[in-house]
């Protein structure tokens, strides 16, 4: 820290100081002698009463000195700093404006949304900016390295800023204006954020722009200001749609499709008219109450009767008049229709005592309550027992997405080839052993495709269930990862296979006392295909004796939820995804018999489409971060003019509607201690702001207190003394 002078000349006054001493030592009076009895008493008296004066006297002085030196001291306009003064002047300066662009900014309040409120603040700061300046427009949404740009120039950048649905972590635009600034020559170096402080637009819990502008702080020689000018709105108040989600992003034939969606409120309760639009033409209306502060759901039933292939459709909310966001009055889906999912279930028991298939058929293809009539399914199961299997003669992937083995036994070395075969076709393949089941029939040629050698059934201790989920991450477990754990440990198993793991397969669930529940092995081939190995049958029987009663599963919601994950991940339709947020790299599965040798997309702006080169070694084609909001659409072109429609929709992020403003604190941490940064709400507080940075903490405030308050203390000390000596 050092004290700097704006009138530096002026501290010379503090030499009058002396001027009490000069009138003292020129003033004194010649003492007088007079003749006076010699009293002793007096005398005595005397000499004391002379001493006192005399410290008195020296106190009044030193006051009187004190204040001729705080006088001369307060004209000068003394400031505190912890770098070299720049003076209140406009000189030569780096000046960094870096815009918060993500979509929380359209804000509007007053007229104007937020960005046009921080276009208006960086022009006012620019009028009084010196031409010979360096100027940096920093956007948000874009990484690229700015160039200086004279004070005309940057106008000019900044009324061409728009508002982007995505964009980088303002943080990492901070760091980037800051580094361009310190590099300037300028000796006046400053950066100013203009940002409405939402929480979504930061990395908060990083450390990485701490530590970036800890690296140039190091440098004395390169010092930058930090101006946050803030613009969070002064009463928050909108509605937004935050989700609007299909049942699935792929439905078959006939299967109903519900469009959820959820409706947040920030401020007061309200009514709002909600529309729903597919394929271009409105579906239905609905008049929806949300709570103050609160969220509401809606539901609605797309037609039966779609066709297959892909459907597009929006929720968007009608106008109304607590809300200052457009934005996010609508939300976009897409999803996708085709034929049923074929699937064989091979279990040797038939008739009444079909115990070993019937559970996962009705998993799969559910009957409603009373009826013998199955409820519209994704999935077009087949039945068959072991020996129409062998009968069958050969096994293919196009005919089958996944094959289940359910408690069988005898397979043959030739049955086993072909399943191996339509395995590394891309199949999927099941099996769960049971009482019906022997070790033998599961080695020799199946172990070329098995996650694990059967070694014996094994009695389960009592009490036994099923132990933790331990991949979370995979997706026979990812729809509803924090309920799974108390569900499948709530049902007994009473017998297991005892089982010895492939070195190049994954245990994805284990039982109570850690042996594997259930295994899995991908399988290289012309594609990859899976194999899913339960070491428990997926059935039960009614008769706890019964010596194929090995567990309880399947009267749990989670043997239906798994079972119904299964398929779609086996088919490899788990993870295709339609609906993106803007910025996600968009990756698209491209059916191998219509695959196109050139592909197009295009964005709801109605610009020009762009093209795609052809993958030439994979079904995925990667549209790279998609960024504008509402309906995409990809075409391919075949070689026989063939072609294929794709498609997919982007929405913003929900968290970009929720304007609530950073703390202290959260500010503090980004830009490690509250002595880096400033913080300015209106014009005023910005002038302030940029003084204490130019000049420093200006002292003369507090020297003109000092004053007041030695002029008062030297009056009544001056009183005081003088009556004692009066009285004396």
């Given at each position: 820290?050092?004290?700097?002078?704006?009138?530096?000349?002026?501290?010379?006054g503090?030499?009058?100081?002396?001027?009490?001493?000069?009138?003292?030592?020129?003033?004194?009076?010649?003492?007088?002698?007079?003749?006076?009895?010699?009293?002793?008493?007096?005398r005595?008296?005397?000499?004391?009463?002379?001493?006192?004066?005399?410290?008195?006297?020296?106190?009044?002085?030193?006051?009187?000195?004190?204040?001729?030196?705080?006088?001369?001291?307060?004209?000068?306009?003394?400031?505190?700093?912890?770098?070299?003064?720049?003076?209140?002047?406009?000189?030569?300066?780096?000046?960094?404006?870096?815009?918060?662009?993500?979509?929380?900014?359209?804000?509007?309040?007053?007229?104007?949304d937020?960005?046009?409120?921080?276009?208006?603040?960086?022009?006012?700061?620019?009028?009084?900016?010196?031409?010979?300046?360096?100027?940096?427009?920093?956007?948000?949404?874009?990484?690229?390295?700015?160039?200086?740009?004279?004070?005309?120039?940057?106008?000019?950048?900044?009324?061409?800023?728009?508002?982007?649905?995505?964009?980088?972590?303002?943080?990492?635009?901070?760091?980037?204006?800051?580094?361009?600034?310190?590099?300037?020559?300028?000796?006046?170096?400053?950066?100013?954020?203009l940002?409405?402080?939402?929480?979504?637009?930061?990395?908060?819990?990083?450390?990485?722009?701490?530590?970036?502008?800890?690296?140039?702080?190091?440098?004395?020689?390169?010092?930058?200001?930090?101006?946050?000018?803030?613009?969070?709105?002064?009463?928050?108040?909108?509605?937004?749609?935050?989700?609007?989600?299909?049942?699935?992003s792929?439905?078959?034939?006939?299967?109903?499709?519900?469009?959820?969606?959820?409706l947040?409120?920030?401020?007061?309760?309200?009514?709002?008219?909600?529309?729903?639009?597919?394929?271009?033409?409105?579906?239905?209306?609905?008049?929806?109450?949300?709570?103050?502060?609160?969220?509401?759901?809606?539901?609605?039933?797309?037609?039966?009767?779609?066709?297959?292939?892909?459907?597009?459709?929006?929720?968007?909310?009608?106008?109304?008049?607590?809300?200052?966001?457009?934005?996010?009055?609508?939300?976009?889906?897409?999803?996708?229709?085709?034929?049923?999912?074929?699937?064989l279930?091979?279990?040797?028991?038939?008739?009444?005592?079909?115990?070993?298939?019937?559970?996962?058929?009705?998993?799969?293809?559910?009957?409603?309550?009373?009826?013998?009539?199955?409820?519209?399914?994704?999935?077009?199961?087949?039945?068959?027992?072991?020996?129409?299997?062998?009968?069958?003669?050969?096994?293919?992937?196009?005919?089958?997405?996944?094959?289940?083995l359910?408690n069988?036994?005898?397979?043959?070395?030739?049955?086993?080839?072909?399943?191996?075969?339509?395995?590394?076709?891309?199949?999927?393949?099941?099996?769960?052993?049971?009482?019906?089941?022997?070790?033998?029939?599961?080695?020799?040629?199946?172990?070329?495709i098995?996650?694990?050698?059967?070694?014996?059934?094994?009695?389960?201790?009592?009490?036994?269930?099923?132990?933790?989920?331990?991949?979370?991450?995979?997706?026979?477990?990812?729809?509803?990862?924090?309920?799974?754990?108390?569900?499948?440990?709530?049902?007994?198993?009473?017998?297991?296979?005892?089982?010895?793991?492939?070195?190049?397969?994954?245990t994805?669930?284990?039982?109570?006392?850690?042996?594997?529940?259930?295994?899995?092995?991908?399988?290289?081939?012309t594609?990859?295909?899976?194999?899913?190995?339960?070491?428990?049958?997926?059935?039960?029987?009614?008769?706890?004796?019964?010596?194929?009663?090995?567990?309880e599963?399947?009267?749990?919601?989670?043997?239906?939820?798994?079972?119904?994950?299964?398929?779609?991940?086996?088919?490899?339709?788990?993870?295709?995804?339609l609906?993106?947020?803007?910025?996600?790299?968009?990756?698209?599965?491209?059916?191998?018999?219509?695959?196109?040798?050139?592909?197009?997309?295009?964005?709801?702006?109605?610009?020009?489409?762009?093209?795609?080169?052809?993958?030439?070694?994979?079904?995925?084609?990667?549209?790279?971060?998609?960024?504008?909001?509402?309906?995409?659409k990809?075409?391919?072109?075949?070689?026989?003019?063939?072609?294929?429609?794709?498609?997919?929709?982007?929405?913003?992020?929900?968290?970009?509607?929720?304007?609530?403003?950073?703390?202290?604190?959260?500010?503090?941490?980004?830009?490690?201690?509250?002595?880096?940064?400033?913080?300015?709400?209106?014009?005023?507080?910005?002038?302030?702001?940029?003084k204490?940075?130019?000049?420093?903490?200006?002292?003369?405030p507090?020297?003109?207190?000092?004053?007041?308050?030695?002029?008062?203390?030297?009056?009544?000390?001056?009183?005081?003394?003088?009556?004692?000596?009066?009285?004396?």
């Amino acid at each position: 820290m050092n004290i700097s002078l704006m009138h530096a000349g002026l501290a010379a006054g503090a030499a009058l100081a002396a001027i009490p001493i000069i009138l003292h030592l020129f003033m004194r009076q010649t003492p007088k002698h007079v003749i006076f009895p010699a009293l002793r008493l007096i005398r005595e008296r005397h000499k004391k009463s002379k001493k006192q004066l005399k410290i008195k006297n020296w106190l009044l002085l030193a006051a009187r000195m004190l204040l001729f030196m705080l006088m001369a001291l307060a004209l000068a306009r003394p400031s505190l700093n912890s770098e070299s003064s720049l003076g209140d002047q406009e000189v030569p300066s780096a000046r960094a404006f870096v815009f918060d662009t993500s979509m929380s900014m359209q804000y509007t309040e007053k007229g104007n949304d937020r960005l046009t409120e921080a276009k208006l603040r960086a022009n006012e700061i620019l009028k009084k900016t010196t031409d010979d300046s360096e100027i940096w427009v920093i956007d948000s949404a874009d990484p690229r390295k700015e160039q200086p740009l004279s004070p005309i120039a940057a106008r000019k950048r900044i009324d061409a800023l728009t508002l982007r649905a995505a964009y980088r972590p303002l943080n990492a635009a901070v760091v980037q204006a800051s580094q361009s600034v310190a590099e300037s020559k300028l000796l006046r170096r400053e950066v100013y954020v203009l940002t409405d402080l939402a929480g979504s637009a930061w990395e908060l819990g990083s450390t990485r722009t701490t530590e970036d502008l800890e690296k140039l702080r190091k440098d004395k020689n390169h010092k930058v200001s930090t101006y946050i000018l803030k613009l969070t709105p002064s009463d928050v108040r909108d509605v937004a749609v935050i989700s609007a989600e299909p049942t699935s992003s792929i439905v078959a034939v006939g299967e109903p499709v519900e469009i959820k969606a959820i409706l947040r409120s920030t401020g007061p309760a309200c009514e709002r008219v909600v529309d729903f639009q597919l394929d271009g033409n409105k579906r239905g209306e609905k008049v929806v109450k949300i709570p103050a502060n609160g969220e509401s759901e809606v539901t609605f039933t797309a037609p039966a009767n779609l066709s297959q292939g892909l459907h597009q459709g929006r929720i968007k909310l009608g106008t109304g008049p607590t809300d200052f966001l457009a934005f996010d009055d609508v939300r976009y889906f897409t999803f996708k229709v085709q034929p049923a999912l074929n699937v064989l279930i091979v279990a040797d028991l038939t008739g009444p005592d079909d115990y070993d298939a019937s559970y996962v058929r009705s998993a799969l293809v559910p009957s409603a309550p009373g009826a013998n009539d199955p409820i519209a399914s994704p999935y077009r199961i087949e039945r068959e027992t072991r020996r129409q299997f062998q009968e069958r003669g050969k096994l293919s992937a196009k005919d089958f997405v996944a094959v289940f083995l359910l408690n069988i036994d005898g397979l043959t070395a030739t049955e086993w080839g072909w399943l191996s075969r339509y395995v590394q076709e891309g199949g999927g393949l099941v099996i769960a052993p049971g009482d019906r089941s022997t070790a033998a029939s599961y080695s020799g040629t199946a172990s070329s495709i098995l996650p694990a050698t059967l070694e014996e059934p094994k009695q389960a201790p009592t009490g036994m269930h099923f132990g933790k989920v331990e991949a979370y991450d995979h997706p026979l477990f990812n729809s509803h990862p924090q309920l799974l754990d108390p569900e499948l440990t709530s049902w007994p198993i009473y017998r297991y296979w005892s089982v010895k793991p492939m070195g190049n397969s994954r245990t994805l669930l284990r039982f109570g006392d850690g042996s594997p529940a259930l295994i899995e092995r991908a399988v290289k081939g012309t594609k990859i295909g899976h194999v899913l190995l339960w070491t428990t049958p997926l059935s039960r029987r009614p008769n706890r004796t019964d010596p194929a009663a090995w567990n309880e599963f399947p009267y749990s919601w989670a043997f239906v939820d798994i079972i119904n994950q299964t398929i779609p991940y086996l088919a490899g339709t788990a993870s295709e995804q339609l609906n993106y947020e803007a910025g996600q790299e968009a990756i698209l599965t491209i059916d191998p018999n219509s695959k196109a040798t050139s592909y197009t997309y295009q964005g709801p702006d109605s610009k020009a489409p762009e093209r795609l080169n052809a993958p030439t070694t994979s079904d995925m084609l990667v549209i790279p971060s998609p960024q504008q909001q509402g309906q995409w659409k990809v075409e391919g072109k075949g070689p026989n003019g063939v072609d294929s429609h794709l498609g997919f929709s982007v929405n913003v992020a929900p968290a970009e509607s929720q304007v609530v403003a950073l703390k202290n604190d959260d500010l503090n941490g980004l830009f490690g201690g509250k002595d880096n940064f400033q913080v300015a709400t209106n014009a005023k507080e910005l002038v302030q702001a940029q003084k204490t940075g130019w000049i420093g903490y200006d002292l003369f405030p507090w020297l003109m207190f000092l004053i007041l308050g030695l002029v008062t203390a030297e009056n009544l000390l001056a009183n005081k003394f003088h009556r004692n000596v009066a009285t004396a």
